[in-house]
């Protein structure tokens, strides 16, 4: 069987170099790295990084992290997007081989817990302080949450790609009157989206036409007549469901036909969509969950330990509030 | 042993429905998904598809297109880029037991050429058109191209978290005047870079200073007088490596000192950028090709079925062109 100092041999390097190379840690140059995988080829060495996932006895432990708001969030239908991806991250974990406990964020920060091998931090309540804080320590996912520049692994869904399908779909087939409301921009989710149905109107020389609602300071009404007050869209593509359903509700209740009238799009889908027959951008939550345990597991067992943010696409889910 | 049978039993669906899930084909509701996953858990069910991978005996035929354009590139240095990540391919291909033969991208298009499990496109130089087509009847893996809306399984690196990552450093430490050097924003990367840069600029409330540089057509000269005309930048971010060694040796020879008047900053870390001693974000070559071997792998043994963009996180390389 071939061994590592086989490669080493044949690559010219040390040891420890080849297993840097083979588990992705440290700082290996590029020629050298190639070099090593030339060996590895060569030799017809196959790393043991898949097999080690199948034969660990070893079980890694990982806090799920989530924070006060979002526990008291689950206990009603209003956390059911934050509840999906906890299931999801439960039923992976025992595939996985991964011990799991649920963990407050406010208890992790203040260091009221025994230590981890790994963090999955879920929602985007965590600061870029904390964050940076406790992936300086530890093996960190973040999960539906990003941080620009801190280089952290994060699985998120992708509303970008996501809102430029939909709104190049409606473009595509003749529509012009498409407009965007949104939440508060701060967040990086909303701005995703934004970005999204910007670049897409833009590049098909439409101008955007956006109108930001914060639901905690103002009624859908006021954000409503600006958006009618010149002439009714043919299509509103709104942040989330949530205000995709207050805009449902209240165009029908001023007489206005859904879908002839106007075409109403939601982004989520959570199971009031399918109720109301909300056409919307579904985020694929159970994998969210089951790809941040493949990830801190691909990390914790150093099969690849350079980080990237994985940007799951969504999937469009036609009902009854849009005409296509 | 359990077997499906028993977790369509337990789950009360049927076991095609099982089959859906463990796989990630097909649609399945998430209510159903939860589940077939809780069944799996409580049934202690371990899925075979790591293992699958390590006893198939079937090797997966995956071609590897580049361009004409590539093939021309890769014969010179210019082409290095390219050539790491085509060697990267070769060597993973061969620890996942994936086979490769490199095509052409014009070959694919006309279809002279055999069919293969799936395909992993590298470079920029396919269009939109054409990778739809390809990824209505073949699995696809883009690599360094990602198209808006299209929803392809592409592997890319981070250039907007890089350039934001970089920005941010310069700014928290003090300096104001940092100004963007970019090439056309028709493509992907450079646009991808340059929404960095303004993202970090504006968030601390600094005015995006930006010129556009495009070397085809026009001198560095020309751009650089119209950057330098009011004040001298303290830095410089440029889209790329090769755009960042024509600024270096431009105001070298025009008499600024380098790092003490201006920090000058590239991108992609080619072997030029060591040669001139370029301070410069390292795109993770090797990783990208390694990546796209392992996801292709993934799709083609039905590991995880749901597309996602993958977009690996740059490396700073401090080198003398730069204060820090």
Same mark, same amino acid.
């Not at 963090?119 to 965590?126: E, T």
């Not at 994998?287 to 994985?310: C, D, F």
């Given at each position: 069987m071939v061994s590592i100092d086989d490669i080493a041999k044949k690559a010219g390097v040390s040891t420890a170099t080849v297993s840097r190379v083979l588990n992705g840690t440290g700082y290996v %140059?590029?020629?050298?790295?190639?070099?090593?995988?030339?060996?590895?080829?060569?030799?017809?060495?196959?790393?043991?990084?898949?097999?080690?996932?199948?034969?660990?006895?070893?079980? *890694? %432990?990982?806090?799920?992290?989530?924070?006060?708001?979002?526990?008291?969030?689950?206990?009603? +239908?209003?956390?059911?997007?934050?509840?999906?991806?906890? +299931?999801?991250?439960?039923n992976a974990a025992s595939i996985y081989k991964v011990s799991v406990d649920l963990v407050l964020l406010e208890e992790v920060i203040t260091g009221e817990h025994r230590t981890?091998?790994?963090?999955?931090?879920?929602?985007? +309540?965590?600061?870029?302080?904390?964050?940076?804080k406790l992936s300086r320590s530890s093996k960190v996912v973040l999960v539906?949450?990003?941080?620009?520049?801190?280089?952290?692994? %994060?699985?998120?869904? +992708?509303?970008?790609?996501?809102? *430029?399908?939909?709104?190049?779909? *409606?473009?595509?087939?003749?529509f012009n009157r498409i407009i965007h409301i949104h939440g508060p921009l701060k967040y990086y989710g909303f701005r995703d989206r934004y970005n999204g149905y910007v670049a897409a109107m833009t590049k098909?020389?439409?101008?955007?036409?956006v109108f930001e609602y914060d639901d905690l300071h103002e009624e859908i009404d006021s954000v409503l007549r600006r958006a009618l007050r010149d002439w009714v869209p043919e299509v509103i593509i709104c942040s989330n469901d949530p205000i995709a359903i207050k805009v449902l509700n209240k165009l029908k209740l001023w007489g206005y036909r859904v879908p002839e009238d106007v075409s109403?799009?939601? *982004?989520?889908?959570?199971?009031?969509?399918?109720?109301?027959?909300?056409?919307?951008?579904?985020?694929?939550?159970?994998?969210?969950?089951?790809?941040?345990?493949?990830?801190?597991?691909?990390?914790?067992?150093?099969?690849?330990?350079?980080?990237?943010?994985?940007?799951?696409?969504?999937?469009?889910?036609?009902?009854?509030?849009?005409?296509?």
């Open positions: %140059s590029e020629e050298t790295e190639i070099k090593v995988l030339k060996a590895v080829r060569e030799l017809g060495y196959v790393p043991h990084t898949l097999a080690k996932t199948l034969a660990r006895k070893k079980t *890694f %432990s990982v806090a799920v992290v989530i924070s006060k708001r979002i526990s008291e969030l689950i206990k009603s +239908d209003v956390g059911i997007f934050y509840k999906i991806i906890l +299931d999801a991250i439960e981890y091998d790994g963090y999955i931090l879920v929602g985007s +309540d965590a600061s870029e302080e904390e964050i940076e539906d949450h990003y941080i620009d520049g801190l280089r952290v692994d %994060s699985i998120v869904s +992708d509303g970008y790609d996501g809102i *430029f399908y939909i709104t190049k779909k *409606f473009i595509d087939s003749g098909f020389g439409k101008l955007p036409l109403i799009i939601g *982004f989520d889908d959570i199971p009031a969509a399918e109720k109301e027959g909300l056409s919307t951008l579904r985020v694929q939550k159970v994998e969210l969950g089951v790809n941040a345990v493949k990830r801190i597991n691909e990390i914790l067992s150093k099969q690849s330990a350079h980080p990237y943010k994985q940007c799951i696409y969504t999937t469009y889910i036609k009902r009854n509030s849009s005409v296509m």
